[in-house]
Each structure stands twice: as C-alpha cells, then as structure tokens.
C-alpha cells in the first residue's frame, strides 16, 4: 500500500502551525500512519539550509534562495518523503513546491517557468495527492504575524512583496483545482479548523477506500 502526502500552504499569519495537528488528530483518528515534517527542512541538511535562508543577516540573491529551497527538498524526497510513501505511511508537510511557486516566483518575481523546470528536475513524478492552501487578507495574515516575537528573514519583506506571493498561491490553485482545495482562513481558529476537517473527510473516505478494495 502506497502512502499519501497531503501539503499545507499559505503565507504567513494564516494559521498553517495551528491547523497542523488538527490535521494530524484527523488522520490518526481514521488509523493512518502520519509522518509530519516541514520545508524547508525535514532532514540534517535541509534544517541547515532552512537556518541559512531565514537568518536576518544573510543577503541571498532571488536565484541563490531558489536553489537552496529545492536543494533542501531534494534531499527532504529522497531521505524522508519517498521511503515513508512507500512505507504506506501518509506524509503530511508543511509547505512544498507551491510555496516554491509563490515565493521565489510570484514573491521573488522570478516566474513560474524557471521554478517549473527545477522542479520537474527534482520532484520527477511526485506530486502531492491534496494540497489545502490557508487564504486570508493580508490584513488578516499581518495581525497575527505581528503577535510573534521575532520574524525571521522571508517574514520582514513587505506589503507589496506578500501580495504577490498571494496571488501566486491562488494561481497555482486555478491550475490544479483537483488538488489544490482554498480554504477561507480569515475566521477564528475552530471555523477554519472545521473547513479543513470536512475538507480532509471529503478525500480520505474515498482514498481508504480505494485502499480497502481488492
């Protein structure tokens, strides 16, 4: 039995660390084996490089920061997500390519097609099987990011640079409507929360059984 992996997207402020283990209470309650990691990250070197791209201090070049992001996630599919997936276990991420997408090539204004290349390079044929992308206004996301005690270097960018990435984000879930599900995260914790649940029921009753059938 193959495994699933199911991504988490949006930009900062709405709300992807408090939904996470809702998501992963939601999973185990159905009996799958959930495996939670997180991009940029998820193994030795890419929790290295995530220290090196969200340092305040370091100046890295659009082209530079891209690089690091998919040298990250290759090593994060071949070490982790792969093994798991073929493990049978159901991989739930915390951000992926689509963030790829939207912030070196919406954000970063580099454009879809250069992230589209690398990313066919490293991804191969792997795609996430539900992607739940967290949309709010950028009032709405900016309020909640101002509560944390410190930014790190993606989160001290600008209005204008935020946009985009949101913009990107919502393009990326135009192109793959069957993956891609937008969930309106703008109200309170437990109305999103319940969004992404029945989100979450609506695939896994036909994924478990299509894994129950002989």
Not at 110 to 126: E, H, N, P, S
Not at 177 to 185: C, F, L, N
């Amino acid at each position: 039995m193959h495994g699933r992996l199911i991504t988490v997207e949006g930009v900062e402020g709405v709300g992807k660390s408090s939904v996470l283990p809702v998501i992963e209470k939601y999973l185990a309650a159905q009996g799958v084996e959930v495996l939670l990691t997180r991009e940029p990250g998820g193994t030795e070197l890419g929790e290295q490089l995530r220290d090196v791209l969200l340092n305040t201090e370091q100046h890295i070049l659009p082209d530079a920061e891209l690089l690091l992001m998919f040298a990250a996630r290759a090593q994060h599919i071949k070490k982790v997500i792969r093994p798991a997936l073929a493990n049978g276990q159901w991989v739930l991420c915390d951000r992926f390519t689509d963030s790829s997408f939207a912030y070196q090539g919406g954000g970063r204004q580099l454009g879809f097609q250069r992230v589209d290349v690398i990313a066919k390079w490293v991804l191969g044929d792997l795609e996430p099987d539900l992607t739940l992308l967290l949309d709010a206004s950028r009032e709405t996301s900016l309020e909640r990011t101002k509560k944390r005690r410190q930014l790190d270097r993606i989160e001290t960018e600008g209005d204008e640079f935020f946009e985009r990435v949101r913009t990107a984000f919502l393009e990326r879930a135009q192109l793959g409507p069957a993956r891609v599900k937008v969930i309106d995260a703008n109200p309170d914790f437990d109305t999103v929360a319940n969004a992404v649940c029945l989100q979450l029921a609506e695939c896994c009753s036909r994924w478990l059984t299509e894994t129950a059938e002989p």
